[in-house]
């Protein structure tokens, strides 16, 4: 099966642009969720989707929002860039219940200017 | 919030055995035990899990100890495409995983 793939790779964005990224899970995994990473605050997760519904929420600001199509496949959309949204952004799907083991894509690369 | 701790970094030697400790203290009955690691700037990849039982697969071992206040990862034969960085999570039942700060592993020829 292939893996987890993230659209793009590699983004720059100026402050106060939105930017939406995208996620194709492994075939036949319904849950997808996000996390970012930056080297001050490390992995931390910003949400789950399931079932074309928000499953799990962490804690960020209403400015990163998601959606997850019929497909599930996923996009993460942040709005009103700030510089410190500058991070490596992953995807992880599993396959249905909230137990099973998550599967990372490679990430894409955000920078912020 | 946190409920695992790692040592920050560790060295062993190409060809060894790396074994990577974990305590999980406040460990819930239903909680399971994953390590990941994250080749720099990857997306982390799953090693391995278990509840209480050791486990084995094609590229580690897990020992997690009687009261499951703490797990070991083996590595058995670490070589250079092992150094990481590895993460010891505690999963509840929701896909909401908190990585730490994971330990440093390097592997040095």
């Known amino acids: 099966k292939a893996g987890v793939t993230q659209t793009p790779r590699y983004l720059i964005k100026t402050r106060g642009q939105q930017v939406t990224l995208s996620c194709s899970p492994i075939s036949g995994h319904r849950s997808v969720s996000w996390y970012q990473q930056t080297p001050g605050q490390g992995l931390q997760f910003l949400f789950e989707y399931f079932s074309e519904t928000q499953r799990n929420k962490g804690n960020f600001p209403g400015r990163f929002s998601g959606r997850q199509f019929s497909n599930s496949r996923s996009e993460m959309n942040v709005s009103t860039l700030e510089l410190g949204d500058s991070a490596l952004y992953l995807c992880?799907?599993?396959?249905?219940?909230?137990?099973?083991?998550?599967?990372f894509g490679p990430g894409t690369r955000l920078t912020v200017l | 919030d946190a409920k695992t701790t790692q040592p920050p970094s560790m060295d062993c030697a190409e060809g060894r055995a790396a074994n990577l400790p974990c305590n999980h203290s406040?460990?819930?009955?239903?909680?399971?035990v994953y390590w990941y690691r994250q080749i720099h700037s990857q997306g982390p990849q799953y090693i391995i899990h278990?509840?209480?039982n050791n486990e084995t697969n094609e590229m580690a071992s897990l020992i997690i100890t009687e009261d499951r206040k703490s797990s070991t990862l083996i590595l058995p034969h670490a070589t250079l495409r092992d150094t990481a960085v590895y993460y010891c999570i505690v999963k509840t039942g929701a896909n909401n995983l908190f990585f730490g700060t994971g330990t440093r592993l390097t592997v040095i020829p």
């Open positions: 992880a799907s599993s396959p249905i219940t909230q137990g099973d083991t998550q599967y």
């Open positions: 278990g509840l209480k």
């Open positions: 406040t460990i819930s009955g239903n909680e399971y």
